[in-house]
């Protein structure tokens, strides 16, 4: 089997406060661009995992990351020997080892079906795994994990992802938001709570990592009609209604600045 892992953005981050429990309450609209990493699974005696792809050299321990950890916890019979091409950037804010896990969750659902109860499993391995186990748009409240359906009025919208390259942990960035509600995330059509909305860690990733306002800066005049941070950074992603026009963007920021990465795609 075969599964992309979809990058995943956030149309629209609202921080609303800290918890308790040391998480923070959000309101988010979850979207999911076409392309992403590739897992590609075979079967065999026992699981094992091969970590291949211009990013699989960035992570620390390749057999205690989400894959790793969501092929233990889910049972399929035989052993499976899993492929991961790291196409995607680590720290991101794309949902990278969340959006490997919901692969695998999506590939054990075909073969064997997934237990009772994955729902949970899903939530335990990270915030962002059961929005990436439906790799479409949602929405997520709580820590992100309690999903709604979200509108899909943007299904094929042209998208251009950028990154610094320079990674950029969740940790620091959720812990420099200044505590301050500034409002729910607006209701309506997935543009519309996209044009609206706001990513209330764009401030506290900016201050921890600048680079994210230049990449913000030559997403901006390109024409697009949205440019945001996603998640806690330091991806950058540009919404265009013109294909055309993100291919221009794309090659003009990949002439301007050749040592950022970038991804162009569609919105699913």
């Known amino acids: 089997m075969i599964e992309t892992a979809y990058a ?17 309450e959000l309101e988010t609209l979850f979207a999911f661009v076409d392309a992403g ?12 995992l091969h970590v291949v792809g211009e990013f699989g050299g960035t992570l620390d321990d390749p057999f205690d990351n ?9 049972p399929r019979g035989a052993g499976w020997r899993v492929t991961l091409e790291k196409n995607l950037p680590v720290a991101a804010g794309l949902g990278g080892g969340s959006a490997d896990a ?38 997520g409240r709580g820590t992100g994990t309690e999903l709604e359906t979200g509108p899909d009025d943007l299904a ?23 505590g301050i509600d500034r409002g729910a995330m607006p209701e309506g059509t997935a543009r519309e709570i996209a044009l609206h909305g706001r ?9 921890l990592c600048p680079v994210v306002g230049e990449v913000l800066g030559a997403l901006c005049g390109t024409g697009a009609w949205l440019v945001r941070m996603s998640g806690s950074g330091a991806t950058c992603f540009a919404l265009y209604d013109d294909a055309g026009l993100r291919d221009a963007a794309a090659a003009a920021i990949g002439a301007a600045r050749p040592e950022w990465w970038q991804l162009a795609g569609a919105l699913r």
Do not use: Q
Not at 111 to 134: I, N, Q, Y
Not at 156 to 178: I, S
């Open 8 to 24: 995943k953005i956030n149309l629209a981050l609202h921080v609303r406060r800290r918890r308790e429990d040391g998480y923070h």
């Open 37 to 48: 990493d590739v897992l590609a699974a075979a079967p065999a005696e026992r699981d094992s």
């Open 66 to 74: 989400l894959v790793a950890r969501a092929l233990n916890g889910l």
């Open 102 to 139: 919901g692969a695998v969750f999506r590939m054990v659902g075909r073969a064997a079906g997934l237990p009772e109860g994955w729902e949970r499993f899903a939530a335990s391995l990270g915030a962002d795994v059961p929005a990436c186990v439906a790799s479409r748009t949602v929405v």
């Open 156 to 178: 094929g919208t042209a998208v251009l992802l950028v990154n610094p390259r320079v990674p950029l942990a969740t940790g620091p960035v959720f812990r420099g938001w200044d």
């Open 199 to 207: 990513n209330d860690l764009e401030a506290p990733a900016l201050a």
